[in-house]
């Protein structure tokens, strides 16, 4: 079963993924993706670790979209 990761968590990771890039991640930023992801394991049962890499594989590395 995939883990649903709500949009405002995405969109935390994706402003997270982008200070990476641009070699300026705050504090503030990191805290609210990891207060995101342990609050959404803690609501769901998932293992904290599962929920955090579905994230970044969601944001980070997308599937493609289907070409039909």
């Known amino acids: 079963m995939a883990i649903e990761l709500p949009a405002e968590l995405v969109q935390l ?3 997270a993924w982008a200070e990476i890039q641009a070699g300026a991640l705050t504090v503030e930023t990191a805290h609210a993706v990891q207060q995101g992801i342990t609050d ?3 609501a769901t049962g ?6 955090e890499a579905a994230l970044k594989k969601h944001v980070r590395h997308p599937e ?5």
Do not use: G, H, M
């Open 64 to 68: 493609p979209p289907p070409t039909d």
């Open 40 to 42: 959404l394991a803690k």
């Open 13 to 15: 990771e994706e402003k």
């Open 46 to 51: 998932e293992d904290r670790f599962k929920v």
